[in-house]
């Protein structure tokens, strides 16, 4: 079993629509939790990142992580054709620990 | 400085031969990090510099990899005696002091082995 999982779709959603993104993980130790975008092609772009448990907006992004249940969503709200991409969900276990450990990404298709 | 460029951004070699990647971070950076991506997955981590000094390495990074960090400016990746397995995204990252939310990608090295 993976440490992180992640539906790897595809998604594919009309223009304006609300997106749920979601990953489950099973190691208790994790702390930060960071979603990712990526274009095709393109190397991974942060887009937000939490932590602990609790809910961080950032304009049309909304990050909640429940850590009881150990399940992290990212929520897109009116949602652009710009926006589809690849979507990574990813976590370390400190601050200092450099080492992320990434879902396989649920690509995403916005539907003009 | 635009941010962290790789080169080149495709590799085809044939499987045995030897290549190296480049990775030039963001300059002010000192934190630097190669991560491996195959298809349909997601980054995995490989290994990490702090100035000149490789700090940590994943037991993905055999014997037939190498990283360097000459003078904590650019880095290098080198695989030795390439196999089919070895073809992925190879991605350099880096960041500035400690944290892991301060990553920032370059755009990849695609490696296809023939």
């Known amino acids: 079993q993976k440490e992180v999982e992640q539906d790897p779709g595809p998604l594919s959603v009309p223009e304006g629509a609300i997106v749920s993104l979601n990953c489950t993980y099973s190691?208790?130790?994790?702390?930060?939790f960071m979603w990712y975008r990526q274009y095709s092609r393109k190397g991974p772009e942060l887009l937000m990142y939490?932590?602990?448990?609790g809910n961080k907006e950032d304009g049309r992004f909304t990050a909640q992580v429940d850590k009881s249940s150990k399940y992290i969503s990212l929520f897109i709200r009116d949602s652009q054709p710009s926006d589809s991409a690849t979507y990574l969900c990813?976590?370390?276990?400190?601050?200092?620990?450099?080492?992320?450990?990434f879902g396989t990404g649920t690509r995403l298709t916005i539907i003009p | 400085d635009t941010g962290v460029s790789q080169d080149p951004r495709h590799k085809i070699t044939k499987r045995g031969q030897n290549v190296t990647f480049r990775c030039d971070p963001i300059?002010?950076?000192?934190?630097l990090y190669w991560y491996r991506q195959t298809l349909g997955q997601g980054p995995e981590f490989l290994t990490y510099?702090?100035?000149?000094?490789?700090?940590?390495k994943s037991r993905l990074l055999s014997d037939r990899f190498s990283a360097e960090r000459p003078k904590g400016s650019f880095s290098t990746l080198e695989i030795q005696r390439t196999e089919q397995g070895d073809s992925a995204m190879y991605l350099c990252?880096?960041?500035?002091?400690?944290?892991?939310?301060?990553?920032?990608f370059g755009s990849g090295t695609r490696l296809t082995v023939v």
């Open positions: 990252a880096s960041s500035h002091g400690q944290g892991s939310h301060g990553y920032t």
């Open positions: 190691n208790s130790a994790f702390q930060y």
């Open positions: 939490t932590y602990s448990s």
């Open positions: 990813a976590m370390s276990p400190d601050f200092g620990n450099e080492k992320l450990t």
């Open positions: 300059s002010e950076h000192n934190r």
């Open positions: 510099f702090q100035n000149e000094a490789q700090l940590e």
